[in-house]
């Protein structure tokens, strides 16, 4: 489910997204109250399918799969050696949710 995403993300196929991604979904942001991950979250396949289509683009590019606390994900290393994980929650086959983590408290024991 990760490289389909992430195959979909770096390509900017809003339908590849689509299809991939549960009617609900959500996309949560959390980078610690500052930087690009302070903002609202996302709901909905088609506005989620559409940000990742366009801002998700680079970072799918520098993404690649793990497991994060047992359950589907990916992390980016960003040059300036800022850290950003993606949580999913996959229910029913399609991804239900999505927790972009980059706060660095929360993150502190990545390697």
Do not use: C, H, Q, Y
Request: proline content about 5%; cysteine-free.
């Amino acid at each position: 489910m990760v490289d389909a995403f992430l195959a979909a993300a770096r390509a900017g196929d809003f339908e590849g997204l689509l299809a991939i991604l549960d009617p609900d979904v959500a996309l949560r942001f959390d980078g610690g109250g500052a930087g690009p991950l302070a903002r609202p979250a996302i709901t909905g396949a088609r506005e989620v399918a559409g940000e990742l289509a366009v801002r998700g683009r680079i970072f799918a590019g520098l993404a690649r799969p793990i497991v994060v606390n047992g359950a589907a994900g990916a992390i980016v290393r960003l040059t300036d050696g800022l850290v950003v994980v993606a949580a999913m929650t996959v229910i029913g086959g399609r991804i239900a949710e999505i927790d972009l983590i980059g706060d660095p408290g929360k993150l502190r024991g990545i390697r």
